[in-house]
């Protein structure tokens, strides 16, 4: 079955500093590849989304990812995280037969001034 | 431009009562529509989604009902509502795409709370 993993639970960093969020996903093919932000009792906001093409995505707020096929990861990173970016990150994958999501359990990221 | 709405935003009901939560979309035509529920600490869960009127599937067995009357219209109901349906319920929409996967766009969410 297809599954998606965000091993980091929570992450802790200060602000200015860079950040990297670890997404690894469980599927035979590769299929369309979604990062998501949820600020406290929001509902989620798309930062960015992998097709095809250039594995090297631009996203809003000054996020890319990256999809690498041979270790089926797509990290999320920033080069210097603002105080603003504190939420919860969820990584998402869509097998491409299916009209489906299927999300990681979430990444919380703090920021400290 | 498309928007997505849910209401009530935040929902407080004692355990045995119904429900009903609403969505709408605005902007679009045939959207593929979900639901979803996020308990606290966890992720999210595919509740229902619906690919036209009248038509819905269900994931997971559960105390929930979904209906969609109009094109754009999603309802989540409950007949007798449980503690364990407390949580964050989110709509999203998609570009209907005859089953091919597409970008999902979430709304802002209602807060239920069974006591």
């Known amino acids: 079955a297809q599954s998606v993993t965000q091993p980091d639970i929570h992450i802790t960093v200060s602000e200015g500093a860079s950040l990297e969020l670890r997404c690894n996903y469980s599927?035979?093919?590769?299929?369309?590849l979604f990062w998501y932000v949820q600020s406290p009792g929001q509902g989620l906001q798309l930062l960015l989304k992998?097709?095809?093409?250039?594995?090297l995505v631009q996203g809003i707020k000054g996020f890319e990812a990256e999809f690498k096929r041979s270790q089926s990861s797509f990290n999320l990173r920033k080069p210097s995280v603002h105080w603003s970016d504190a939420a919860e990150y969820f990584c998402?994958?869509?097998?491409?037969?299916?009209?489906?999501?299927?999300f990681g359990t979430g990444t919380r990221l703090q920021v400290f001034p | 431009s498309q928007t997505i709405h849910q209401w009530p935003a935040t929902l407080v009901q004692p355990v045995g009562s119904p429900l009903s939560l609403e969505c709408t979309v605005e902007g679009t035509s045939n959207p593929n529509l979900y639901w979803y529920r996020q308990a606290a600490g966890r992720g999210l869960q595919l509740l229902f989604y619906?690919?036209?009127?009248?038509?819905i599937s269900s994931e997971v067995p559960q105390n929930l009902s979904a209906s969609r009357p109009q094109d754009r219209q999603f309802i989540l109901s409950s007949k007798k509502l449980l503690l364990s349906d407390s949580g964050f319920y989110l709509c999203?929409?998609?570009?209907?795409?005859?089953?091919?996967?597409?970008?999902?766009?979430f709304g802002p969410g209602t807060r239920l709370t069974v006591l």
């Open positions: 599927y035979g093919a590769t299929p369309y």
């Open positions: 998402a994958v869509a097998p491409r037969n299916t009209d489906k999501l299927i």
């Open positions: 992998y097709f095809s093409g250039d594995t």
């Open positions: 619906s690919v036209g009127i009248g038509q």
């Open positions: 999203a929409w998609s570009v209907g795409n005859g089953g091919r996967s597409d970008t999902q766009y």
